[in-house]
């Protein structure tokens, strides 16, 4: 880091802290009591400060990882402040954990784009900058640094796993990503993409050396082939690769460690009988394709500022036309699934405490045809995921869109705060934008963060049957 890039990113760091502290004093003055999923998470925690490691809260249904870096933090600074009485693990004191996260997770943000846009490092400073301040301030993300939920550090451990990766620290990657399993079973899925990345890289490799000897130049070595022989010979030869003993030999030297996490996952979901702890009644996994087409049209509404230009519509318009049967299938497909795999989770139609249970009512079930007619929207979004990615090779590409369904399609409920992960990632890999589209894509953030923030401290309401303040959320 340059030392005049230090101290602006030192500056919008601790502006950044303050703001959220400031923040966080409003919510918790207003909200003082444990609310929603903070029922299970705050008494769990409290248990856990006072050495009950055995007693366990059956409604909980992720790995303790939340409640033991609670106590990791809490009780040195307990012991050094002598503090003592209600305030020592206190729903305030907990939820201020998250804060902690926040200020983690701007720094590994700004690490990797740094990383990953090595080769635009030049005359890019404010724009490095700016883009790790907006993406800290990612509002679904945002909003649950101000509550004791799990998504904050979830985050903040995938991210280290991944930038770990990077950097070639594959052991510390694999132990780090035992920490991001702990606050949330499904992130071995990002684990599973660290290791696949190794992968692709060898099979890029592998694919630039097979098709020098062809002397094949015009090979699509970067780009997502949009027609059928081009998948063809994209599958033929990954089957290839994956079944040489040689270049599973050459993946293993180098991934053994995420494979060791993997064994041990794997280990894990037998001896539970399953992924989840605790109630699983309300977390059974099924094949729900549309959560991908959810996912789409959620980001391309959170990366417009960045990701859509004039230009790119035109290709998309061009694409359709020198294509036209490759986007009928996939509309057809995408009818298909619409059509046989929609599924509807009880708490999507029970809670209205839930943005999603507003949008499902206001749109899915204004019509029965919606949902079909939402279909040219969907492949309009996929593309242009798709396309924010040319600049990443083929079976990078292949890996992030193989756990992008893993990490989506089993989950029966529409639930925002699932796609925080796959959106990060999937802003971080797009070539960093211009200074005008960041300050545009901050500007939404910041926003939609005000208007949830508000609507959650002042639009408050009232159940029939409880006397229990109610309020809106992700």
Same mark, same amino acid.
């Given at each position: 880091?340059?030392?005049f890039?230090?101290?602006?990113f ?9 703001i959220s ?20 998470h ?5 248990k ?7 007693e ?7 790995l ?42 701007l720094?590994?943000i ?31 993300l ?10 904050? @550090?979830?985050?903040?451990?995938? %991210? !280290? +796993? ?7 620290? $594959?052991?510390? #990657?694999? &132990? =780090? ?50 027609s059928?022989? @081009?998948?063809?010979?994209?599958? %033929? !030869? +990954?089957v ?5 003993p040689? $270049?599973?030999k #050459?993946? &293993? =030297?180098v ?6 996490v ?14 989840v ?12 394709f ?13 990366s ?15 694409a ?68 924010s ?20 399609v ?16 999937y ?31 002042t ?16």
């Open positions: 880091m340059e030392k890039e230090g101290y602006i030192t500056a919008l760091c601790s502006t950044n802290f303050l502290c400031l923040l966080f004093s409003k919510v918790t003055r207003e909200q003082r009591e444990p609310y929603m999923d903070e029922i299970f705050v008494p769990q925690a409290q856990y400060c006072h050495g009950k490691f055995n366990w809260d059956p409604m909980i249904t992720t303790p990882g939340l409640y033991l870096a609670s106590v990791g933090v809490i009780k040195p600074v307990v012991w050094l402040a002598d503090l003592t009485g209600k305030v020592v693990c206190s729903t305030a004191m907990l939820r201020f954990i998250n804060l902690l996260f926040n200020c983690g997770n720094y590994l700004y690490l990797l784009i740094c990383k990953l846009h090595l080769r635009e490092k030049t005359r890019t400073t404010s724009r490095r900058v700016l883009s790790a301040l907006s993406l800290s301030t990612f509002p679904v945002y909003f649950f640094n101000f509550l004791y939920y799990t998504d904050a @550090g979830s985050t903040f451990f995938t %991210l !280290f +796993t991944y930038l770990m990766t990077l950097y070639g620290c $594959h052991k510390a #990657a694999a &132990l =780090l990503g035992v920490c991001s399993v702990l606050f949330r079973q499904t992130n071995i899925i990002w684990v599973a993409f660290c290791a696949g990345t190794l992968v692709a890289a060898k099979m890029d490799e592998a694919w630039r050396v097979e098709h020098t000897k062809k002397r094949d130049e015009k090979s699509p070595l970067l780009q997502v082939p949009l059928f022989s @081009g998948v063809k010979k994209i599958i %033929l !030869f +990954t290839e690769f994956l079944t040489s040689g $270049h599973v #050459a993946v &293993l =030297l991934a053994w460690p995420y494979a060791a993997g064994v041990g996952f794997l280990a894990f979901v037998v001896l539970n009988d399953g992924i702890v605790g109630d699983r009644t309300s977390h059974e996994a099924c094949l729900n549309p959560q991908l087409f959810y996912f789409f049209s959620f980001s391309l509404f959170f417009l500022p960045v990701s859509l230009c004039y230009h790119r519509v035109l290709r998309f318009l061009q359709l036309k020198k294509q036209p049967l490759f986007f009928l299938f996939v509309s057809a497909v995408c009818l298909l699934l619409v059509w046989k795999f929609t599924f509807v989770h009880k708490y999507l139609l029970a809670d209205n405490r839930h943005f999603p249970f507003y949008v499902w009512r206001k749109l899915f079930q204004r019509h029965e045809l919606v949902r079909f007619l939402l279909v040219p929207v969907y492949v309009f979004a996929g593309w242009n995921f798709l396309d990615f040319k600049s990443r090779s083929l079976f990078w590409s292949l890996a992030f869109l193989t756990c992008l369904l893993a990490a989506t089993p989950q029966k409920l529409l639930e925002f705060r699932y796609f925080i992960v796959p959106y990060l990632m802003r971080l890999h797009m070539p960093l934008p211009s200074l005008p589209r960041l300050v545009v894509e901050f500007l939404l953030y910041t926003a939609v963060n005000t208007a949830t923030i508000y609507i959650f401290i639009k408050t309401f009232h159940w029939p049957d409880t006397t229990a303040t109610q309020r809106f959320m992700w």
